[in-house]
C-alpha cells in the first residue's frame, strides 16, 4: 500500500538545482563552495534509493516535495550516503529523507498507515504520531559551511 499524503510525496526525478549525490555518476564529492552536506546512516540495507527534499522555511514540509527548494537522489552504500548542496543563500532550512527500497518512488505503508521504509529528517527531529514539526527540523545556513548528519529510523 501507498500512502499518497505526508511524506509519501517524494516523487522526486533528478540531482538537479544544486544538489550533489556522492558517488553518483559525473557527481564531485563536498567542495569548499558546498553549502549543506547531508549525511546519512543507519540504512537497513544498500537496497534501492534514498530521496532527499530540502525545504526552506515551513511550506510544504515534509511531505509536499514539489515546494522543496532542492531535491536529490541518491543511493546507499555501505549502509550510508552523501549529499552535498551548493548554492544555497542564507536562511532557514529543514531536510525530508525516504529510503525508497523498492525504488517507486513512493513511501510505502502498512494498512495503518505506518512507513515500511525508512525516514530521516534534519536534526532527527522525532516522529511521534503523524509527521515531524518543521520548528524541531530547522537549521540555518548563514552563508558558512553546513553539516546535518540524518539517522535514517524505521517503524
Known amino acids: 500500500m501507498r500512502l499518497p499524503i505526508a511524506l509519501s510525496l517524494f516523487l522526486l526525478s533528478s540531482l538537479g538545482g544544486g544538489a550533489r549525490a556522492e558517488g553518483a555518476e559525473g557527481v564531485h564529492p563536498a ?5 549543506l552536506s547531508i549525511r546519512l546512516s543507519g540504512f537497513r540495507s544498500d537496497e534501492g534509493q534514498v530521496l532527499v527534499a530540502i525545504f526552506r522555511g515551513e511550506s510544504g514540509f515534509p ?8 531535491r536529490a537522489v541518491t543511493s546507499v ?3 550510508e550516503a552523501r549529499v552535498h548542496v551548493h548554492d544555497l543563500p542564507p ?5 525530508a529523507v525516504v529510503h525508497d527500497e ?3 518512488n513512493a513511501l510505502d505503508t502498512n494498512f495503518l498507515g505506518i ?3 525508512g525516514l ?10 503523524g509527521p515531524p514539526k518543521y520548528r524541531d527540523a530547522k537549521f540555518s545556513i548563514d552563508g558558512g559551511p ?8 524505521y517503524f
Open 146 to 153: 553546513v553539516t546535518q548528519s540524518i539517522k535514517i529510523v
Open 31 to 35: 567542495t569548499a563552495e558546498c553549502a
Open 91 to 95: 536562511g532557514e532550512y529543514a531536510v
Open 77 to 79: 552504500r555501505g549502509g
Open 63 to 70: 511531505g509536499e516535495s514539489e515546494k522543496a527548494i532542492k
Open 115 to 117: 512507513p515500511k521504509e
Open 102 to 104: 523498492n525504488r517507486n
Open 120 to 129: 530521516g529528517i534534519s536534526n532527527n527531529a522525532k516522529m511521534r504520531v
